[in-house]
């Protein structure tokens, strides 16, 4: 029988050929299709010549052709059929299609909405024949629909309502999307497509999701690109909102079964990302749209994680970066001046709801791009490093810095851009080097600008992560290249935020100590101050005999971090080495500019307090050094050198020994080693104090009891001073007596505290603090007199107070205080003083 029909239909006879189809049953030439099609053989000419041969000017021919169409249909959507059998019965068939008959076109069309209804299409080829179908309604004239005629374009509008209103099964979803795409649709249509789609789109499994938000995106060129947008990030907030319940939930048996796995959602979430992100760079309207939406939609409803991480790839297509960061700036601001405006108003807070959180948003982002969004993280480390820039502290006119307001909605946007970086850096390991070298490049170009929240990132980047930063260490090694061109405060901020890699980079703590040394004889005052800061904070975080345990150290680093190479252990033994070297280098220090003798002096103290087995040959420096300056005569006057303390330079006079804070190291570092042997003692936990260690003290004490007794007995004219003498830093004469006048000043303060620490309620101790006192009133009397007069006695020096916080607070207290027993106690201890006299 298929060879007759064959060879007819070779022969172009067609009168013969309509003849002997209407001989041969529709089950017959079903059958036979199937046998062909099934094997692959000789199908589509078979199809041909039964087309050939049905003529729809007869009726009997056009419900042949009916039977064919709903037959090959169902053998297409079987799964029977290779693809490219289906392929090209389904091309024959649009052919043909445009000869259809009305009633015929109307007929197929209620197929298909049956099949839909059914669920029956389990492959969707056959869907490629109902955009010709629509296209041939809708070029009908007039149909019969139900009881009444309709144009075609009516028509066509009727079928696709039917459509979109009957129950679509999740699996033909993405089949009727992508049909749609070929169908003429009017606005209304597209639309009542679009959102019967997006309704569906929570409905469907999640790795059906991305394939169907792709189907959605080519849709998007024939319009409704606003309602696709936020109905996909509509879907994903409410997923994402649902997983977090869930989350908080997660011991409630309930919910057991309706947990969304997270890593899924994550994936899938990335996937149609890199979906809108490529559409976009295809269809630039839709990112146009994309901003637009962002910029002026409902911000409650439009900005979630998903939404927000959308708009971070977008940033990455140059078009749209700066439209991008400029929104995500100003909303994050304004969701903190908000969240700022309303905690200040009870009234707002009980009235308007509480805004969303920005850095919670943006943190979680952080969070979910280690599920594979790459693509994600760059614009997370420029958006970082953009709140940074744009919120940190700035230099105003006359380099005067301004630090953000603390707790202002600014420094809570520069603080959200360091968190972001370092969540980002602690996750992605691709990222770390792009970070690091960003911040570095920040600290040592913007030398002039202030750098300290760029330092504190840094510090909390290694403090997090000191271990995977030694896989850096090359790059912060090189960054100390630059020390000679840094500000002494940036140059600080470096080494203190580097300290934990210190600890266990052998190889970074010897670059590091190799660049000090050069820096300690560099031309540039600034390169020098920073290498004593630098080696006095080594001296601070190295622990010697006596201190912490390799054990409780590392504790300080975290869990994590405790396994180190066995070279670069805590070892107390090499540390006393190291820091005993340190301190020779710093020794050398001692002959040069007033500056960095002051810095060495002032960083002493806290060396000893953080390193107590450092006191010993700390105290034996400064002894040595303020020997110098001290007069060992007992009755000579006065029983300092200061002339030694000053010297000329070209036509100026200036300072070169701060004795006042060589003094004042001296007895701070000495009080508070006595307080740490009393609690030792009062603990039993006496400390082995050496016999060299015990003379040095005594020493010490003598020759400060020895500098008190005399300033006692000094008047101004020992010290070559004069209330009548120039102290205008205009002549070198002023220059020299003003500097006189500051050191006096100095060292009377520190002698009235170590004296008043010292009294135990004693009344000569107390007499020699007011005759001290009563030298240093002259002195500040006598500066007042000449500012006073306008000859500028030190003008544009601030002088600064020598006395610590802790006995302002305990002489303070002693004055204030209304204790009837400490009063009886002082007035015994007057009385107990002058009875012993």
């Not at 405006?341 to 707002?348: E, V």
Request: glycine share 6%.
């Amino acid at each position: 029988m298929e060879q007759k029909i064959l060879s007819l239909a070779a022969e172009k006879k067609s009168d013969a050929l309509q003849r002997y189809l209407q001989t041969v049953k529709d089950a017959e030439l079903v059958n036979l299709i199937t046998k062909h099609a099934v094997s692959g053989k000789e199908h589509g000419a078979l199809l041909r010549g039964i087309f050939k041969g049905s003529p729809c000017s007869e009726e009997s021919a056009v419900r042949r052709r009916v039977a064919i169409y709903k037959h090959c249909i169902e053998l297409v959507e079987s799964g029977d059929l290779q693809r490219e059998v289906a392929a090209e019965i389904v091309g024959l068939l649009m052919l043909e299609v445009h000869h259809m008959p009305a009633s015929s076109l109307l007929e197929l069309s209620n197929l298909f909405l049956d099949a839909v209804k059914a669920g029956n299409l389990s492959s969707g080829k056959s869907l490629e024949l109902f955009p010709n179908l629509m296209k041939a309604v809708s070029s009908q004239e007039t149909l019969v629909y139900g009881n009444g005629e309709l144009t075609g374009d009516e028509c066509k509008k009727q079928i696709i309502n039917s459509l979109c209103s009957s129950r679509w099964d999740p699996k033909c979803v993405i089949f009727l999307t992508s049909m749609f795409r070929d169908v003429l649709l009017s606005t209304e249509e597209l639309q009542f497509v679009v959102e019967k789609v997006l309704r569906l789109l929570s409905k469907v499994d999640l790795q059906e999701m991305p394939p169907l938000v792709y189907q959605l995106l080519l849709l998007s060129a024939k319009g409704s690109k606003k309602n696709i947008l936020e109905g996909v990030i509509s879907v994903f907030n409410e997923l994402d909102h649902q997983l977090m319940v869930e989350e908080k939930n997660e011991d409630s048996l309930d919910l057991i079964d309706a947990t969304l796995p997270k890593e899924q959602l994550r994936q899938v979430e990335g996937t149609i990302i890199l979906h809108i992100v490529f559409a976009i760079k295809f269809d630039q309207d839709l990112g146009r749209e994309l901003v637009k939406t962002a910029q002026h939609g409902d911000s409650s409803k439009f900005l979630c994680p998903f939404s927000v991480a959308l708009l971070l790839s977008v940033s990455r297509i140059q078009r749209f970066e700066k439209q991008v960061f400029d929104f995500l700036k100003s909303t994050i601001l304004k969701g903190f001046k908000d969240f700022q405006f309303q905690q200040g108003s009870k009234f707002l807070r009980d009235l308007v709801p509480q805004p969303f959180c920005v850095s919670t948003m943006l943190l979680e982002i952080v969070k979910n791009s280690v599920f594979g969004w790459d693509h994600v993280t760059q614009g997370l480390v420029e958006l970082g490093f953009l709140l940074m820039d744009s919120y940190g502290p700035k230099v105003l006119p006359g380099a005067k810095v301004s630090e953000t307001t603390l707790g202002s909605p600014g420094q809570q946007a520069s603080q959200l851009g360091s968190r972001i970086l370092l969540e980002t850096f602690k996750v992605h390991e691709p990222i770390r080097t792009v970070i690091l070298e960003q911040v570095l490049n920040r600290v040592i170009t913007k030398a002039t600008s202030p750098t300290s929240h760029f330092i504190d990132l840094l510090s909390d980047i290694v403090f997090a992560t000191p271990l995977i930063m030694q896989g850096s260490s090359s790059k912060l090694t090189s960054t100390f290249d630059h020390l000679y061109q840094l500000p002494f405060t940036t140059v600080l901020g470096l080494l203190k935020a580097l300290q934990p890699l210190l600890k266990i980079n052998v190889s970074v703590r010897d670059n590091v100590i190799l660049v000090l040394r050069k820096a300690m004889f560099a031309s540039q005052i600034d390169a020098r101050k920073s290498a004593v800061a630098g080696f006095l904070l080594l001296l601070k975080n190295f622990k010697v005999l006596g201190s912490l345990s390799s054990s409780q150290c590392s504790q300080a680093i975290g869990a994590s971090q405790v396994l180190v190479d066995v070279h670069t252990r805590y070892n107390s033994a090499a540390n006393e080495a190291f820091c005993l070297e340190i301190l020779g280098c710093l020794r050398r220090c001692l002959s040069q500019q007033e500056d960095i003798r002051r810095i060495l002096y002032e960083g002493f103290y806290d060396v000893i307090r953080r390193n107590s087995q450092l006191a010993r040959p700390i105290l034996h420096t400064l002894v040595a050094q303020l020997k110098k300056y001290y007069e060992p005569e007992p009755d000579l006057l006065p029983p300092l050198k200061l002339e030694r303390c000053i010297t000329a330079q070209k036509e100026q006079i200036i300072l070169q020994e701060p004795l006042a804070h060589l003094l004042s190291s001296i007895h701070c570092c000495l009080s508070w080693y006595k307080q740490r042997s009393s609690l030792l003692q009062e603990k039993g936990m006496d400390e082995d104090d050496d016999e060299e260690y015990m003379t040095c003290q005594q020493e010490i004490d003598e020759i400060l009891e020895s500098i008190t007794r005399r300033m006692t007995k000094c008047d101004l004219e020992e010290f070559e001073l004069d209330k009548s003498a120039d102290f205008s830093l205009s002549s070198g004469v002023g220059m020299k007596n003003y500097n006189y006048a500051v050191l006096v000043m100095g060292i009377c303060e520190v002698l009235i505290e170590y004296n008043y620490s010292t009294a135990d309620f004693s009344k000569s101790k107390f007499e020699d603090i007011l005759g001290i006192f009563k030298c240093y009133s002259k002195l500040v009397d006598i500066l007042k007199d000449k500012s006073a007069k306008g000859k500028s006695a030190g003008s544009g020096k601030a002088y600064r107070s020598l006395l610590s916080m802790g006995f302002v607070s305990t002489l303070l207290t002693a004055l204030f205080r209304y204790s009837v027993f400490f009063f009886c106690k002082c007035m015994n201890g007057f009385l107990l003083g002058s009875s012993g006299q």
